[in-house]
Structure formats: structure tokens, C-alpha cells
């Protein structure tokens, strides 16, 4: 075995190789040692694979990926790595659906997480998931799409109670960022809804952590961005699933009605905050994406289309705004449903006669990017540069990041994407999570989710993002970055803000020698 192994560890990881025959690694480690290798692919095709992500403008080479049958694989990597003088970084890697090569790891190792996955499917088992019906929890592993732990749960009548808005991502992906969607109002992001982890960390230790026990991993970990350790599972809140929702599109054409709204209803003043809507979104439409070039949604009907795009050009505002809801039934509760809708929406103002409403199943709904992926991937507009910028602005400061942004700096910018623009509850985050927030109760998540379709589009987008965070900056507005990106320490420091010691004393605690995740640029590894 051994001499197969090292055979093909020789005649394709040669570095590793050396390392291994070297003696670098601890005497009962060898064995592991060899068989990770075994497990490690240097061939062009895998490291090519594993260089770039969804936003197509980070590329960086790793000297291998490996394949883990089990999380004890990723444990033996990570003392392979600091069992060497100048460890290599180690890179765990989702979907790889981040957008500026968060999960790449240049010259270092990435762990395809998917693996994990594939293996429990060749050895006849269907995945490393598994339902508390009595006590509403689904253990998952990190290596999970968000998609298949619907469905898994849902055999039992159950599901997750907050959803990213594209469920073909991983549990450890969403999970090591924040997780957000039109639930996470009332529940918080996903990563409030965890009741345990077990966690490979940057010393090659394998912890299992909640609120009461290795509490500082657990909560460094959630939202952690990969810098404490890999998740390899998750205890996941569920509540039970209903079959079916009212979706619903509102339509405004300024913007103190719509935010007004929106707070309303996420507010418990409202029949929203206590039991309205399930879900509460918001989008910001251009209004050269409704009045010029190309126009379809999988939402609205072309003659809507028409409808909206005569209110952008009826109000002579640079955008229009949609409110976008859902309520979740059971056929039993159909019509006592659509009362209540009825009468939620007569505390609204939206513009009369532009309430739009649709009667889908519960997956569909959920599951409705994965149907604009398969459109986009057929029209030739997924796999192209992805500059998005997300971020999170307080709510004091919205109206005047509208006026600065979407009625300035954006207002002739080219139709290309989407914006989205919701409020959330702070009370919901709990902040001994890493994730950084602004500072007031409530805050919008503002998302520029936009692509570098032709030519010199990549160079406008990155501009315009550039001049939407100094406009930030120079205004004072107070946004924190979600899915964040810097430049320098400086940058980090200032994103974590009053956060950034316990960030830094954490990672010196669980990753001394900063291997972890390195495509963050957050640490440089010690050598
Ligand atoms: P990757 O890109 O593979 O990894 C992300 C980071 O996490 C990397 O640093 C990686 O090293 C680290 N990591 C990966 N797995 C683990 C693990 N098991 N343990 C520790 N660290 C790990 N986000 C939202 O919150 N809400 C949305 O509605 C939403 N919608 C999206 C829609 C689309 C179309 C796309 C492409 C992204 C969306 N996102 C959304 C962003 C998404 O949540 C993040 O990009 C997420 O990281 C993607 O998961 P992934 O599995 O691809 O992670």
C-alpha cells in the first residue's frame, strides 16, 4: 500500500514528496501522511480548476487540491503543512461561488470541501446529513449544499429557517460569511441558527464547539471567513416546512415610501414583524434597465414590463423600487392567506395598482436563482466576471447612500445585473459572532450584484464600486462590507473595527501560523 501510494504521491507531488521522505511529518502521522498525499492532485486540470471563482477576476495557482474522503483528512493536511519549516496555506474551498478569490490559495493547497460529499455517495450512503424531527435540528456536513439539505429536510416535513437567496453554495461557505436572505428579519442570518460545529482548526485539531462549549470557536468561526478553522459539520435550526407561498412585488417610485415600508414591516409594529410576511426583500430597478436594452424577468409578464417601465418614466426619477415579499401556506390555509395578505397591504403604500403577486410551491421559490442560473448559464452570462460589492448601510444613512449612489454615481451607469436593498434587525445578530454590522438597530444590506458582460464593462463596474466606498468614506455613512474585500491590514482593522483584537487574538490562538484561508489577504503566513 504504501509503496503504491508513494508512487503516485512521487510521480505527481514532488514537493510533498520530499517533504514526507524528509521525515518532516511526526512518526504515527506518517501512514496519514502518505495516504493524504495519495489524496493531494497536482495535475494541471484539478489546479486549474481550483485558480479562479464565480467573480472571474482573482486567479491564483495552488500546488495541489486535495480530495478528502473524511474531516480526519483535513486535519492530517493542516499537520503535514505545520509539521514543514515554512508551512503551505490551506484553503478550503465550497462552491467556490465567492467573488474575489476568497477560497483560492496561491501556491498552497486547496481542500475541494465537495469531495467529502462525493465519497459518502461512491460508498453507497447518501450524505453526511442527518434530521432531529423531535428536536428540529439537521446535522449537516460543512461540504453541504444548502439545495439538498432542503430537500433532505424537507422528506421530514421540515426545513432551515433562513435561506441565501441561491441555494447552490455550501453550508460552510454561507456559514463562514454570515448567510443572509429575506428570513434572517425575524430569525438573523444563518449563522444565528446554529446550535454546534466541529471544526478542523489551524493547529490540525478536530473541535466540536457551541455556545457553551469552546464558545470563543464557535462564535469566531460564524462568519469567521475560513480564518480559524475548516467547518466540517453543523447543527442547523429547522421549523416545519409549508407547501406553498404568496409571492408578491410592490412597486414604489421614491424612496422614503419604500424604506418606510420595508421598516414598517420588519418592524413588530406591523402585522409584518409578528407574523406578515416570511420573507421581506427590496430591490433598487434602474431606470435604464426598465426603459433601454434588453427586458425580461422571470418575475413579471412583459406587459408588466411596460407597466413599470411607464412609472419610470412617468415619475422622471433615476430609480424605481420594488418591495419584495412572501407568505408561506398550507393548502388547508389558502384563502384565510390571501386575507391576510389583502389586508397587509392596505397599510402599504406602494403605487396603486402595482401590487403583483404569485402563487408558486415553497421550492420554487426558494430554489428561484437556480432557475435564472440555468437562463443565464444558456445565454452565456454566467461564467463572466462578477464585480459585486455588497455592503451593509445603517439605516439612518439610507435615503442619503440612495441619493449619493443609485441617484448619482450609478444613475447612468450600463443596466447590467441586479440591486438589492432590505432591512434587517440587529437584536437577530448576535455580536459575538465575527461578522462585522454597523452600529444601530437596524441596518439595509445593499447588494451591487452586477456582470462584466462586454468588453470595458469589468473597468466601469470596478470604478463605479470605487467610487461608491469613497463616497461611503468621505459622507461618514458607516458601511460595514459584506462578503468583505481589502486591500491592507489598515482595511481590516477598520472593517472589524472594536472587533478587530479579539479577531486577531483568536486567530493567533486557533491558526498561529495564519495557513487558513489565506485568499482573504486578511494574514500573511508566518513563515
Ligand atoms: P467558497 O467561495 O468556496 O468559500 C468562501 C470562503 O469560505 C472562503 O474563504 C473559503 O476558504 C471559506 N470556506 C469554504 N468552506 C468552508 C468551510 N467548510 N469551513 C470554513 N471555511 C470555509 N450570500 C448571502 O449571504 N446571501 C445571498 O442571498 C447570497 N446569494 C448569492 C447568490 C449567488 C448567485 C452567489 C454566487 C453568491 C451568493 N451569496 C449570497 C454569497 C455566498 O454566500 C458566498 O459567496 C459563499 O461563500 C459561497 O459559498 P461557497 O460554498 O461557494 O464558498
Redesign the pocket.
Known sequence: FLIVTTSVFLSTTSHLHTLATAGAFPDDDDIFALDIVSKIRTDRKSTIKASM??GHIVEAIPNGVLHPTSPNDIATLIRLSLSQPKPFTV?????????RG??LAPGGVVVD?RSLNDHHRVVGRCCRMNVSTHELWVDVG??QLWIDVLHTTLEHGLAPRV????LH?????????????GQAFRHG??ISNVHELD?VTGTGEMISCSPDKNSDLFFA?LG???QF????RARIALERALKRVLWVRLAYSDVQSFTSDQELLISKRSAGGSGGFDYIEGQVQLNRTLTEGRRSSSFFSPSELDQLANLAIGTGSAAIYYIEGAMYYHDDTASSTSVKLETLLEELSFVPGHAFVRDVSYVDFLDR?GRD?QKLRSAGVWDVP?P?L?LFVPRSRIVDFDAGVFKSILKDTKPVGLVLMYPMNKDRWDDRMTTATPDEDMFYAV?L?RSAVAAGDLEQLERENAAVLEFCHREGIGCKQ??PSHASRDGWRRHFGEKWSRFAALKRKYDPRAI??P??GIFSAAG
Open positions: 471563482d464565480f484553503a478550503p474551498r465550497g462552491q467556490g461561488h465567492s467573488a476568497q477560497a470541501m460543512g461540504e435561506w441565501t437567496d441561491y453554495i455550501t453550508v460552510g461557505g454561507t456559514l463562514s460569511n454570515g448567510g443572509i436572505g442570518p444563518q471544526v468561526a469567521g471567513l475560513g478553522g475548516v467547518i466540517t436563482v442560473e462578477h459585486w455588497n447588494g450584484l459584506y462578503l487558513l484561508s485568499g482573504q
